[in-house]
């Protein structure tokens, strides 16, 4: 998984996309002329968004940490800065970290128009393969847009790194948005090959490309679509070579990531190689959710600053028979007080279960929990196609079919397996009969709270269930008083971050966020 060379492209950045505010005075094209001769110098600008991704001011902290914290699923720990505003809905125009994703995210965008744009410079080379690499490169912009829009919904839409009068650009509609992702995944897709370029899972195939087409027609409620993409991917799993891990644990130990099969896409990160990005104060490679899931006061791997920690409901209203809760969860460990005694988490600091799957094994790394170690993040896996490929058939009525695709992750997790890690109080768990399989005679009724519930245990703390409470128009039960999370300063405008106050004061085309 980490042969990608992901700095080789941070000379070029400087020169290609060396602002990050879009309305700074364009010094000419961004596209150097006669850079791209062939498709060889197109890719490393692609590799360079995947760096950018795996930054701190995006896939490393800055967009998890607020999926994280927004969903009913982890509340404030021990509270750091800006961060803080994120869980009780507090999030104001001028948080550090709003304006720093909307700023890397359009940084990342622009390297992706650019390598689109150098593809349609190339003279002589055969026409598939400059497809290929244009779809490669239009995953990436789709891939980001679709996180920007359900996160800020009004965005700009930009789709040429030569931006004429920065000042004239308007936002686009959501809805306007989602016609360009579709179109950017549908090119991934019929371009694409079965397998990833170096055949890493940090760089998308066909089957990246048609997952997260699945979900997109999801996020819109286009279910024959969404159902047809998923479908697609299951019946293909084989020659795509996608499978269920065995144990759910491995998905999230590092010494086992390179050859699970489950792994759709993951942002790639290895341990302690930092590069400077075009921003001096970002690292690439600086993945800090293990640090800030983990356990201050704790013995390494799981020792972290507390920040990001599970609601005690999280875990209390979790079913103990759930191998999936001893994965996702530690709710005892080892404390740095020289006593080697395993403590419950009362004992902690911030007396909660801390979140274990971004820590317990990250493979080599800084010192603290996994910080800039080899761990990567999963942001698609086969068990989600399954789920969505769940959901959509309920919504078609083929609620047999949505029943085999849950059972299917049920049964996985019966299997339980092994968590032997120093401290944690865990061992080898037995195959067990719970969960139990969903009864073929469920309704579509039942099955809808069934598969969002499934959701919310499968994908826990995979920066899946904010996006899930917004699509649902969840947000009122699920952080009222009988909710997970009571938070009483939720209301349903806060389903948007707001537009950074410093975009707001350069353009005057744009229109703040309604509750801002």
């Known amino acids: 998984m980490k042969n990608i060379i992901k700095f080789s492209a941070l000379a070029i950045l400087t020169v290609v996309v060396g602002c990050a505010d879009l309305d700074e005075e364009p010094v000419g094209s961004l596209t150097p002329v006669g850079f791209f001769n062939t498709v060889d110098d197109v890719y490393p600008m692609i590799d360079g968004t995947y760096g950018l991704m795996a930054s701190s001011n995006y896939y490393g902290a800055g967009l998890t940490v607020p999926l994280q914290l927004m969903s009913d699923m982890v509340a404030n720990g021990l509270e750091f800065s800006d961060y803080a505003e994120f869980s009780p809905f507090l999030t104001t125009p001028t948080n550090s970290y709003v304006g720093n994703l909307w700023a890397s995210s359009y940084q990342t965008i622009a390297t992706a128009n650019t390598a689109i744009q150098g593809v349609g410079l190339l003279e002589g080379d055969n026409e598939d393969e400059k497809l290929l690499v244009e779809g490669e490169a239009r995953f990436v912009r789709g891939f980001l847009y679709y996180h920007l829009v359900r996160l800020y919904g009004n965005i700009p839409y930009i789709d040429s790194p030569d931006i004429v009068d920065p000042l004239s650009i308007e936002l686009s509609t959501p809805d306007e948005v989602y016609v360009k992702i579709v179109e950017d995944l549908t090119f991934a897709f019929e371009n694409l090959e079965m397998d990833s370029r170096g055949s890493v899972r940090s760089r998308p195939s066909k089957g990246t490309a048609a997952s997260y087409l699945a979900s997109v027609y999801m996020t819109m409620g286009e279910w024959q679509k969404s159902y047809d993409s998923a479908k697609w991917v299951i019946d293909n799993a084989g020659e795509l070579n996608y499978a269920l891990a065995e144990d759910f644990q491995d998905l ?5 990531q390179a050859s699970s099969l489950e792994n759709i896409f993951i942002i790639d990160f290895t341990a302690n190689l930092t590069g400077q990005t075009p921003n001096p104060t970002t690292y690439e490679n600086d993945g800090k959710i293990g640090p800030f899931n983990g356990v201050e006061g704790g013995v390494e791997p799981i020792r972290g600053w507390s920040m990001l920690v599970p609601h005690i409901n999280v875990y209390t209203t979790w079913d103990a028979n759930d191998y999936r809760l001893k994965v996702s969860l530690a709710d005892s460990l080892i404390l740095d007080d020289d006593t080697d005694i395993v403590r419950p988490f009362t004992d902690f600091e911030v007396a909660r279960p801390h979140i274990a799957k971004h820590n317990r094994f990250p493979g ?8 800039r170690a080899d761990l990567d993040y999963i942001a698609f896996r086969y068990a989600e196609v399954l789920l969505i490929a ?19 992750i049920r049964a996985r997790a019966r299997k339980g397996g092994v968590i032997d890690f120093y401290g944690s109080g865990y061992d080898t768990y037995e195959p067990s009969s719970f969960p139990e399989d969903v009864l073929s005679t469920a309704n579509t009724e039942d099955l809808r709270s069934i598969i969002i519930e499934e959701r919310r245990i499968e994908l826990a703390f995979e920066y899946k269930r904010w996006y899930d409470i917004v699509r649902l128009d969840l947000g009122s039960e699920v952080f009222g008083a009988g909710g997970l999370e009571p938070q009483s300063n939720f209301n349903v405008q806060r389903y948007l971050l707001p537009i950074p106050q410093d975009e707001m004061n350069r353009n005057q085309n744009f229109v703040q966020n309604p509750g801002y």
Request: no cysteine; glycine share 10%; net charge negative.
């Open 252 to 256: 999230f130990r590092n010494s086992e």
């Open 364 to 371: 080599e790394g800084r010192t603290t929990a996994g910080w």
């Open 390 to 408: 769940a959901e959509a058939a309920n919504e078609l009525g083929k609620t047999t079919e949505s029943v085999d695709y849950i059972n299917l």
